[in-house]
């Protein structure tokens, strides 16, 4: 069976920042820079997306390219012989699992919202009414199961038309609008009275708010936020490698997708900073950023019901895109293991996903007596297993596979991402991404798990 490719440069470079454009940039980038003081920790980051994220998105992307397989399969065809590099495969297919588990109900909750702003129902409602809605959500099983059930759906109905026809079109739709949007409510937002107060925490940098925090404590943050926000380690992004073309190379198009992501992040920054500044709200209010203090916000400002409703349809898309990634990359691995047609392993993974899913959406209401590791709830359970195992793991073995002799080797690895037009990786890195970048990486790896 010959192995779909990507219509379009554009379509492979959308689907990727898709993937990696997530809840993490639009939920998670804003309150951690808010948490951490604005401007100094958005300079590490980006120094941090520079050095981390951009040579292990091209590790990825070259074991997909050159394998021109899914995860499991991709390690075999460029491993030594007799070596086991492939079991990491398993826990990659694994991982994406797992992080469909908690993240469908996530995405549902924000089409719940989208819902809710564009029909009306938080017209009329008072700050501490609005603040309470969420609550409301999560102690419902019914509604919590539906709004999941439907995201699971449709993200598997799309998958369903193939990679061309489902994937690379719906995606192209969605990120263009989810580009168009984010623009419209940053000016907005950059337009209430008392914003530019907002954007000045957010982006210059204050060395002495840094300090009052911890420095180390910022540019932790920074590099968790950095090396998390493109989804690496667990083959969400080896798949695009294996659909893309030879023209460009791998750090070219990197940089591009890392550039993407980081636009989105930033800009949510700007939709938010200085909303929060221009309601006098904390703009350090961790997770309940979204669901509690902006929902207050919109409902207090001018046409709130609309910008309300956009905000949420924006967020939709963001979570969205990365659940089709991924579900792409299941079926993938189900058609290239066990030899099925896309239609059954549509089947197979929509159930599976839909009953696997449960356990979070329940862990809010019916179950919310349960606690798992470390005394967390079902959905922080499996995000822990995730984001300080699965992720931060993966990333290391595959850094490991594309650099040390006893995997793939160097010279292959360069080989594969200097082919094509663009930026090239120098021999000269060989010693930083050997020695130093496994250090760093491993140093996330230790301090999520304590």
């Given at each position: 069976?010959?192995?779909?490719?990507?219509?379009?440069?554009?379509?492979?470079?959308?689907?990727?920042?898709?993937?990696?454009?997530?809840?993490?940039?639009?939920?998670?980038?804003?309150?951690?820079?808010?948490?951490?003081?604005?401007?100094?920790?958005?300079?590490f980051y980006l120094l941090f997306l520079l050095i981390m994220g951009v040579p292990v998105l091209t590790m990825e992307l070259a074991v997909g390219r050159a394998s021109r397989k899914s995860?499991?399969?991709?390690?075999?065809?460029?491993?030594?012989?007799?070596?086991?590099?492939?079991?990491?495969?398993?826990?990659?297919?694994?991982?994406?699992?797992?992080?469909?588990?908690?993240?469908?109900?996530?995405?549902?909750?924000?089409?719940?919202?989208?819902?809710?702003?564009?029909?009306?129902?938080?017209?009329?409602?008072?700050?501490?009414?609005?603040?309470?809605?969420?609550?409301?959500?999560?102690?419902?099983?019914?509604?919590?199961?539906?709004?999941?059930?439907?995201?699971?759906?449709?993200?598997?109905?799309?998958?369903?038309?193939?990679?061309?026809?489902?994937?690379?079109?719906?995606?192209?739709?969605?990120?263009?609008?989810?580009?168009?949007?984010?623009?419209?409510?940053?000016?907005?937002?950059?337009?209430?009275?008392?914003?530019?107060?907002?954007?000045?925490?957010?982006?210059?940098?204050?060395?002495?708010?840094?300090?009052?925090?911890?420095?180390?404590?910022?540019?932790?943050?920074?590099?968790?936020?950095?090396?998390?926000?493109?989804?690496?380690?667990?083959?969400?992004?080896?798949?695009?490698?294996?659909?893309?073309?030879?023209?460009?190379?791998?750090?070219?198009?990197?940089?591009?997708?890392?550039?993407?992501?980081?636009?989105?992040?930033?800009?949510?920054?700007?939709?938010?900073?200085?909303?929060?500044?221009?309601?006098?709200?904390?703009p350090d209010a961790g997770p309940s950023l979204i669901f509690i203090t902006l929902p207050q916000i919109f409902v207090n400002m001018a046409g709130g019901r609309l910008w309300g409703a956009?905000?949420?349809?924006?967020?939709?898309?963001?979570?969205?895109?990365?659940?089709?990634?991924?579900?792409?990359?299941?079926?993938?691995?189900?058609?290239?293991?066990?030899?099925?047609?896309?239609?059954?392993?549509?089947?197979?993974?929509?159930?599976?996903?839909?009953?696997?899913?449960?356990?979070?959406?329940?862990?809010?209401?019916?179950?919310?007596?349960?606690?798992?590791?470390?005394?967390?709830?079902?959905?922080?359970?499996?995000?822990?297993?995730?984001?300080?195992?699965?992720?931060?793991?993966?990333?290391?073995?595959?850094?490991?596979?594309?650099?040390?002799?006893?995997?793939?080797?160097?010279?292959?690895?360069?080989?594969?991402?200097?082919?094509?037009?663009?930026?090239?990786?120098?021999?000269?890195?060989?010693?930083?991404?050997?020695?130093?970048?496994?250090?760093?990486?491993?140093?996330?790896?230790?301090?999520?798990?304590?």
């Open positions: 069976m010959k192995r779909e490719s990507f219509q379009s440069r554009l379509g492979f470079l959308l689907v990727s920042a898709g993937c990696a454009v997530g809840i993490g940039n639009v939920w998670k980038f804003p309150y951690v820079a808010g948490q951490n003081g604005g401007g100094v920790f958005v300079l995860a499991v399969l991709g390690y075999q065809a460029l491993e030594p012989a007799g070596s086991k590099w492939h079991w990491h495969g398993w826990f990659c297919i694994a991982g994406c699992y797992l992080l469909m588990m908690y993240y469908t109900t996530v995405s549902g909750w924000m089409l719940g919202y989208f819902y809710k702003f564009a029909s009306g129902q938080f017209v009329g409602l008072e700050g501490a009414q609005v603040s309470e809605q969420f609550g409301v959500l999560l102690a419902s099983p019914v509604e919590m199961a539906g709004w999941m059930f439907l995201t699971v759906m449709l993200g598997f109905l799309v998958c369903s038309f193939g990679l061309q026809k489902g994937l690379e079109r719906i995606t192209k739709v969605m990120m263009l609008g989810l580009l168009g949007l984010i623009v419209v409510l940053a000016v907005h937002s950059l337009l209430l009275p008392g914003a530019a107060e907002g954007v000045g925490f957010y982006l210059l940098p204050d060395l002495a708010r840094a300090r009052e925090i911890g420095l180390g404590t910022v540019i932790t943050a920074a590099m968790n936020q950095a090396f998390f926000t493109l989804s690496l380690g667990i083959a969400a992004m080896e798949i695009f490698g294996s659909y893309m073309s030879k023209q460009h190379t791998l750090a070219s198009e990197a940089v591009r997708i890392c550039g993407l992501d980081t636009f989105v992040a930033l800009m949510a920054g700007l939709i938010i900073f200085p909303a929060c500044f221009s309601f006098n709200v904390q956009l905000f949420f349809l924006f967020m939709t898309f963001a979570s969205f895109s990365t659940v089709i990634a991924v579900f792409e990359n299941l079926l993938a691995s189900a058609q290239d293991n066990f030899g099925w047609s896309r239609g059954k392993a549509v089947i197979v993974n929509c159930v599976f996903i839909l009953l696997a899913s449960l356990p979070c959406v329940l862990g809010y209401n019916l179950w919310s007596d349960l606690h798992l590791i470390g005394n967390r709830d079902v959905l922080d359970s499996e995000d822990f297993l995730v984001s300080n195992l699965l992720l931060p793991l993966g990333s290391l073995v595959y850094l490991l596979f594309c650099v040390s002799k006893w995997g793939w080797g160097f010279d292959k690895y360069q080989e594969e991402a200097n082919t094509g037009e663009g930026i090239k990786i120098s021999r000269r890195y060989k010693f930083y991404l050997q020695f130093l970048l496994p250090v760093l990486i491993l140093v996330i790896l230790v301090q999520g798990l304590i």
